[in-house]
């Protein structure tokens, strides 16, 4: 999962660098729909992940919370 995470990030970084780019030079029109459709496609699989993340972490820390309890603290 962590090596997916760093896929994510390492395109996400492309993405931002190819966009600023785009801005700096003038690129304009269809570049820039096409910019801003990544752009929404990056904010969903964000999403995606965060959410899925978000399950397994809780599941981490019931475990945690439950051994806690099975020892008396």
């Not at 990030?9 to 459709?37: H, P």
């Amino acid at each position: 999962m962590k090596k997916v995470i760093e896929l994510v990030l390492l395109w996400v970084r492309w993405i931002a660098g190819r966009m600023l780019a785009a801005l700096t030079y003038g690129v304009r029109g269809q570049s820039m729909v096409e910019y801003g459709i990544v752009v929404a496609l990056i904010a969903i699989v964000a999403f995606a992940t965060i959410k899925f993340l978000g399950q397994g972490i809780q599941g981490v820390f019931q475990n945690i919370v439950n051994g806690l309890q099975g020892i008396g603290i």
